[in-house]
């Protein structure tokens, strides 16, 4: 296995220079030699999950879906679009309304553009498409988080004879981004010797420059060729010029901020997705006067801050689950939702790093808070790497041959490996914002950002199966808590689909880390019996928004 | 990919002249400078598979930075205990307990290991804890599970 990364074990802390330059030198000799995934050969499908009788059409030799036929004929995806469309519809209205204050204008714009398909490539799919309101602004679609670890197709499909995939899509479960602008930008912390903050899994949404790292994130989408893959941060600003909601925009940022002199061509060119060949590696091919790609600038900043208002707005980070009206004394947990509290902040160490804004009780410590915060975050925002094993459905692991556009989203194949956090600091997205950053790659390679436990549990309807982690490994909460109850018991020197006879993966069987360097080792041998995994279980739902008391 | 292995040029010569500039370790893990006088624990082995294996301790909590590293130096003969397993764990501020916990990989079947454990903060500050020389056998390499 080609793996792009160094092991700590041989690579010294203090050399992090020479271990970039050993990465750099092995992915340009790797780039060059995809390696084809396994076959699968062990594929149980969740418990009570049934394929859906449109998707029957749409599933592959091998376990692996057409994804154009998902696209097509899903009904999550139909249901997830139909949502876009009426709450699209809504916040025009209250746009148009003449009612909003300053504040809230801000929110709508935001609201606007998130479930806006028209600012893809293709105008095919908007921001909600991958964050889907109704699964708490994360993967919705059933089908993909059994088959493709909750991984979304993007805007652009793949029309190469036989390919698979048949459409580009992303290398990671999308997070979901409720209570995302509560994350501060991210910074190394010299007292902590750590890095918080920062929005995505590998944190390198920083918000550096807007000072908001959920206002950076939502710049990353409208341009990632996997995604919605325009090919310039012009193409988002000169299709807001194009939207229904243009003059709002402009009411918003002020008259004249989309007022741009636009080359003849612009139009092809931002129907013309990022890391096409044609476009030479350009980051910026629609060509402006400086002035203009100023405002081009200005214009984008301010996209992605209306998207983080509407983010942290009370529609989508409300705090009004039944944990918080607990903590306001208006509601009472049932004695299993407290029993998985106690565990939560005691035995079971999740406040370690989900912060609930209490103490913790396990080993003797004295719970000393007295409700702190009455609104915790249920993260630290710091990142951890829980050894998850690599998830072989991930149809990225397939994406290693050029698409119609020349693009070939993942080289290497098989051998990629995630390293999260790894993956930012060495340039892998380019450079970071501080390049002595780089220095700590050995520390946090393999590292993913600590998401809000709030949420997690919320789901379109009963029998939806979710997604969990950046790969979507785990595809229940349950599974969430046994793994990280019994991770170093049932630990097997094995991919993932190769358990032994006699075991079950995800029950008696935790195939190996993708990357065993850093793993967090709070976890993995908590001791909780199967009852109190499910009294845990009970109690993250109640961290769902929406109670009414 | 010609502009991120561009990118990575450029940060691997920005880390290198840090580097010369400082011409110091950015971590300097216990084992190397914890203290003679530190708490003495007893770590157990939790379990060994064939090619991996897991350490536990437990000590009061060492506080200071609540990211910390597990550290223990292993190897085959135990005057020479040249390589080191590293894990990071956290502590929980409340906690007047702390248990550290470490995984080893790349372990040879069939194998007795020696080992010593430590921690630091994780800044590098040792915490003052040291151990006695242990030992554990891996199982050959038909036993794979690290189940006991």
């Known amino acids: ?549 | 990919m010609t502009r991120a292995i561009g990118y990575r040029l450029m940060i691997a010569i920005s880390v290198l002249a840090i580097d010369l500039l400082l011409l110091q370790p950015r971590l300097s893990f216990a084992g190397e400078g914890s203290s003679p006088t530190g708490a003495n624990v007893s770590p157990t082995v939790e379990s060994a598979a064939d090619t991996f294996a897991f350490i536990s301790w437990t000590t009061r909590n060492p506080r200071g930075t609540i990211l910390h590293y597990s550290i223990a130096h292993y190897g085959t003969d135990p005057n020479h205990l040249d390589l080191m397993a590293v894990s990071p764990t956290r502590i929980n501020p409340a906690q007047s307990k702390m248990v550290f916990r470490l995984r080893m990989n790349d372990l040879q079947p069939d194998t007795t290991y020696y080992y010593t454990v430590s921690s630091t903060q994780a800044d590098g500050t040792p915490d003052p804890v040291t151990s006695a020389v242990q030992q554990f056998k891996t199982r050959p390499t038909n036993e794979t599970s690290a189940e006991k």
């Open chain 1, 1 to 549: 296995m080609s793996r792009v990364k160094v092991s700590k074990t041989l690579s010294s802390l203090s050399t992090a220079g020479l271990t970039a330059l050993a990465v750099l030198t092995i992915a340009s000799t790797a780039s060059a030699q995809a390696i084809p995934p396994p076959p699968i050969v062990d594929f149980p499908l969740p418990v009570g999950f049934q394929i859906p009788p449109a998707d029957s059409k749409c599933i592959l030799s091998g376990h692996r879906l057409d994804l154009q036929c998902i696209i097509k004929n899903d009904p999550d995806a139909i249901r997830i679009r139909a949502e876009e469309a009426n709450l699209e519809a809504q916040a025009l209205a209250a746009a148009n309304s003449g009612k909003l204050d300053p504040y809230h204008q801000v929110e709508t714009l935001g609201e606007l553009e998130i479930f806006d398909p028209n600012l893809s490539v293709n105008s095919n799919i908007a921001c909600s498409y991958c964050h889907d309101p109704m699964a708490g602004y994360a993967n919705g679609v059933s089908i993909l988080s059994v088959y493709t670890g909750g991984s979304n197709p993007g805007s652009v499909p793949i029309t190469v004879a036989h390919a698979y995939p048949n459409n580009r899509i992303a290398k990671r479960n999308p997070q979901g981004y409720t209570y995302a602008t509560y994350y501060p930008p991210l910074h190394y912390n010299q007292s902590q010797a750590d890095f918080y903050g920062g929005n995505f899994w590998d944190g390198r949404a920083t918000g550096y420059l807007l000072q908001n790292a959920a206002a950076n994130q939502a710049q990353d989408p409208p341009t990632d060729p996997e995604e919605m893959a325009n090919p310039d941060p012009a193409c988002v600003v000169y299709k807001l010029s194009l939207s229904k909601y243009s003059a709002f925009f402009e009411k918003v940022y002020g008259v004249g901020s989309l007022q741009i002199n636009w080359p003849s061509d612009v139009a092809t060119i931002c129907s013309t997705p990022e890391g096409a060949a044609i476009l030479g590696g350009n980051p910026t091919p629609v060509q402006l006067s400086a002035s203009d790609r100023t405002l081009v600038t200005k214009d984008f900043g301010e996209f992605g801050q209306a998207i983080a208002a509407y983010e942290g707005s009370d529609s989508v980070s409300p705090f009004t689950s039944k944990f918080d009206y607990y903590l306001a004394g208006k509601a009472t947990l049932t004695g299993q939702e407290q029993n998985g509290y106690e565990l939560f902040r005691g035995k079971g160490s999740c406040n370690t790093c989900h912060l609930d804004g209490r103490g913790s009780t396990l080993l003797g410590g004295a719970d000393t808070g007295q409700a702190a915060s009455l609104q915790p975050l249920f993260t630290d925002t710091t990142y951890n790497n829980l050894g998850l094993p690599k998830n072989v459905m991930l149809p990225w692991y397939s994406e290693d041959t050029p698409d119609q556009w020349g693009f070939t989203g993942n080289p290497l194949g098989f051998g990629f490996i995630d390293l999260g956090m790894g993956l930012f600091l060495d340039g892998y997205y380019g450079a970071p914002p501080d390049l002595t950053w780089a220095a700590q790659f050995p520390n946090f390679e393999g590292k993913f950002q600590t998401s809000t436990a709030r949420n997690a549990a919320k789901l379109p309807y009963q029998g939806f199966v979710k997604a969990y982690m950046h790969n979507g490994y785990l595809t229940s909460l349950k599974e969430v808590v046994h793994f990280y109850n019994t991770r170093d018991v049932y630990s097997y020197h094995v991919l993932s689909g190769h358990c032994p006879k006699g075991t079950v993966e995800k029950v008696t069987c935790w195939p190996e880390p993708e990357d065993p360097d850093n793993e967090n080792m709070v976890i993995g041998k908590l001791g909780l019996t199967p009852d109190e995994e499910d009294d845990l279980v009970a109690f993250l739902q109640t961290l769902v928004d929406g109670f009414k008391p």
